[in-house]
């Protein structure tokens, strides 16, 4: 009984559903960077159509076209390319403000790490989207600046996760030995703590990719992050929303691309976790 | 123990002062000119420079902080610059309708999501389990708003199964006023025995509901499974099996008590963030909750609302934080508390 | 799910039978309620003081407060409500006003000239809201129990002010708290009195039964006032019945709802228009020929037909279609991106380059869509509109800014007269204002200015003030500090089965409900 339970999790970590979020990666990259060539019409990002508005979905038009008589299809192809702006900006951002914070805090221990705890606390108790909301609200409604304020929502995550990485590393025995023979602390944190903190990341940015994507739809919903026409999915859902019931594919089709996208990103860094962190459980 | 509750209490206490500074500042940082929302539309100069006065916006930004927490401790959390009302008298308003969402919300999550998570473990590597990991990660990858509309649009207008929005029939609200005890139709109508009210409200809470269960559905199916599969390695497990007990039987006895951590977690996670989260899902189904009252608070910059729902969430959260760890400690001897 | 709810709702049911068969089912009283329901774009009722209203509860309040007379904007008439007639001395500075006798506020107390002056000096003392529609009256004087006297410091046609749409109203001193009324309270004369609050998304009102008109006749018992947010499913409202009146429904739904024969689709004339104020203090719009470049390619035509869907009227002028003071022999713009990249040169721009920070009010379709068909026209000469939508507390701080570096490049906004009056939409935006409130181009002219001092002194509507008016505009469109892009037209969609009501365009979004009855 207990093998075949083993056997099973075994089987599980070569998941079919990580190759398929991989493949679907890869799609959402190569849409970003052919945008201009794939789109079928490229200028629709700019150019309003009077003539062409609300048309259903047909040959000329796959998605159909919005309000303004835009191709939906082309928007949503273009839409890929903020949306991994969107994410890869916050993540990395995130990411230069709890990295090193969270090494430094999880390493030296003592005071600094009690006090870099308690401001994280503190931004942890902080409802992350009322935070994001009242951040991008004092920069004014801008994409950039959702991104900013998605970013400092998020860095204690980070700042916690590595902090606790970098404790359990630090009692381990090859650090002790290093500094028992003198290496200076730069070294040590270079060389010892940072490569082993590194996976949990990558699991963790990976993950949050998706999540990072949708929250700046929630904000686009507000109008607090894309402004019109930005091809950005969650404002093209929030301008479609008025026209939902009659004319069904202006919010179908972007909401299809910001769920497949986060899909995407939630199922393979899920793979990955369970290639490079199998004990970890924590989403 | 009793020091334990007590330095959490302290830290929490810490937390959320760092809280009220970090909104009151961020919120005068914004620029704002209430002066047509205190005054009305079309303000003329000297309206806005009384509004100023009035609302205590030309004092210096100290000052201010000082005046808030003098009042907020008295009970005083300000008067609401859109609705003119205290802003403690609104919380009281929005916030049952918002607790009974996420409530019946959080019941469907965890009716689906525990059966769920304790098949995908028990056939664990089968289709079931990669079905059920899909939905589950489908669930939190489900853009809440989208999800609401089409809901919207497929149960309640083309099929017609469900009210688009509201709380309750205006026909069945006036025919049937339903008496207001908890600010819960649901739980008022159960104590008032008014069933036609009962019937109504569960068939508006609906679409809602069930909008709002995808996410906790998503995380609690996953987190049990995995909850699941560590313990059933464990040697009292295989204890218990090597002595005969049944499979089914072993689920029952070690999975339920093993499922109370993660659902405990999701549960309070959940909550504290949806209070307003939601307010997506709110305002499609023009449900008079809290997370509409943030929304609009955040994007009129109503200084005093987005304060108090501030304080409100961020306590909310750290006192939900401190009982689960309690209630775990409690039950789970292994969880030291240290 | 279905499944799951179907379940929920036959337990619920089943258990209501049991109950039922146990004596405890409540009574299904007055199931023969009239109940009207009533869908407003945003909230019902944004402010609750009678005294300081200006906006979205003038739906509400007309319905449970009423003024001294209301105005007919169609046939330019008063109605007596709360005065039965009213005299003017010759020189428009002294109105005196003869009471209806025996109405009574909803508190029980009864109305008269001492309330009458109550509340007036009460809105005036306030100062919010509309309150300075009262600015020319000096003092408030009564004559006996049931004749009140205004004395102003200036002519100004005072039946309009008394019957205006905001700031008007009449309720009972002795139940005039602020506080009290904050807390969903009326105390005012009107057929319907508050009954029951949901935050400030829905108010249900039922019948007054002392009401001075009496309850002969069909009326309705109930009227449920709501927001629903989504324009969306408000529209799905009014298909199927369950609302007898939904309040400015996009355009794009018109057509489709008029071949629905459950619904009546109603035009009618607004006095609400798009304005566009440039920024005439700063580079580049300090330029009249910029500004007149960026309002050579606003495609004029293009914009009633899309983001209006056809209702509305191209601009002529900053005073709308309807309201006195509109002429055709005020000069207009039209859509010409060729003369604009003439100008344009000139201007010293050949190759544009010019980037232009624009915000407008959040959450209106009909100008968002008009700025992005104006932004992507300007884009063809290579002007940038950076516009935002933002909402209106942070655009004016920002357009009201200390400091002129910080402010916007254009400022769009709907303007609407507080009462039906002209003069609004130029001194309003146009003039000279030290501190900015409206004048948000940061308009400078001394002589337009002396033009107004002028031009309100000359008697509503006579030859001579239009003609003002006209002159005052063609110097507007000349200097070009700011123009009206579209005149909107209300579109008012009700059940075919309501019965008696009228539009009447000096009391936007209001149904008189009591006037109404469904067959």
Known sequence: MWRRLREAARRAKRNPLTVVGLLMVALVIVLAIFAPWIAPHPRDIQVVHPNDLFRPPSLEHLFGTDEMGRDILSRVIFGTRISLRIGTLVVVLALAIGLPLGIIAGT?????????????????????????????????????????????????????????????????????AARAVGTSWPRILLRHVLPNCLAPVIVQASMDFGSVILTSASLSFLGLGAQPPTPEWGLMITVGRTFFLTHWWIVTFPGLAILLAVLAFNLTGDGLREILDPKAKRW | MISYVTRRLALSLLSLLGVSIIAFTLTRVIPSDPADMWMGPHATVEQIERARIELGLDKPIPVQYGLYVAGFLRGDWGTSIVTKQPVLRDLGTYLPASIEL???????????????????????????????????????????????????????????????????????????????????????????????????????IALPAVTLAMYPLGLSTRLIRTTLLEVLGEDYIRTARASGMRESKVLAVYALRNAVGPVLTVGALTFGYSLVSTFLIESLFAWPGLGRYAAKAIVSVDYPAIMGVTLLVAATYVILNLVVDLVQAFMDPRIRLS | MTLYLRAFRTAAAALAVLLAALGLSLPLAGADLQI???????????????SD????????????????????????????????????????????FKLRQGVKFHTGNVMDAAAVKFCVDRTIARGRGSAYIWGPVDSVEVVDPYTVRFHLNMPAPLDLIAAAGYSAYIFDPAYSDSDWFNAGHDSGTGPYTIDTVEGREKVIVKKFADYWRGWEGKHFDRIVFLTLGEASTSRLMVETGKADFVESLPATDIEALRNNSAVRVEVNPSLQNLMVLYNTQREPLDNPLVRRVLSYLIPYEDTVKVALGGYGQVARGVIPHGLWGHSDRVETFTYSPTVAKALLAQAGYPNGGLKLFTTYPAGYDDIRKTVELWKAACAE??????????????????????????????YLLYWWPDYANPDSFLSGMFYSQEKPAYNLCYYKNPTFDALIDYA??????????????????????????????????????TASSLKGYVDNSAYPNVVFWYNCYRE
């Open chain 1, 108 to 176: 030296f221990g003592g005071l600094l790490d009690e006090i870099l705890m308690r401001v994280t606390d503190i931004f942890l108790s902080f409802p992350p989207l009322l935070l994001a909301m009242a951040i991008s609200a004092a920069l004014g409604p801008r994409l950039e600046n959702a991104m900013i304020a998605i970013a400092i929502a998020w860095w204690p995550w980070y700042a916690r996760l590595i902090r606790s990485e970098a404790v359990s590393i630090r009692e381990r025995a090859y650090v002790e």
């Open chain 3, 456 to 493: 309100i002194t000359l008697p509503a509507g006579t030859p001579g003030a239009i003609d003002m008016m006209v002159e005052l505009q063609n110097m507007l469109q000349r200097e070009a500090p700011g123009i009206a892009v579209w005149d909107m037209q209300y579109l008012r969609v």
């Open chain 3, 381 to 410: 000469l290579n002007i940038e509109l950076d516009a935002r939508a933002m909402p209106t507390a942070e655009r004016n701080a920002i357009a009201r800014s200390p400091d002129p570096t910080k402010r916007q490049d254009i």
């Open chain 2, 102 to 204: 996420i409530l019946v919300g959080m019941i469907i999550a965890f009716a689906v999501g525990i059966p769920l998570g304790i098949l995908s473990a028990a056939k664990c590597g089968t289709s079931i389990d990669h079905a059920s990991r899909l939905l589950s990660i489908t669930g939190v990858a489900l853009p809440s708003f989208w999800l609401a509309m089409l809901l919207q649009l497929v149960l309640g207008k083309m099929l017609g199964l469900f009210p688009l929005s509201g709380r309750l029939d205006f026909t069945m609200e006036i025919l049937h006023a339903p008496h207001r005890l908890t600010g819960s139709y649901l739980v008022d109508a159960v104590f008032t025995a008014n069933w036609p009210v009962l019937r109504d409200a569960l068939w508006h």
């Open chain 3, 53 to 96: 209203g200006a906006s979205g509860e003038i739906a509400l309040m007309n319905n449970v407060y009423e003024a001294l007379l209301r105005y007919n904007a169609v046939e330019n008439t008063f109605e007596p409500i709360l005065a039965t007639s009213y005299e003017k001395s010759a020189d428009l500075k002294t109105w005196t």
């Open chain 3, 36 to 50: 009207a329901v009533h869908v407003q774009a945003a909230e019902v009722v944004p402010v609750w003081d009678p």
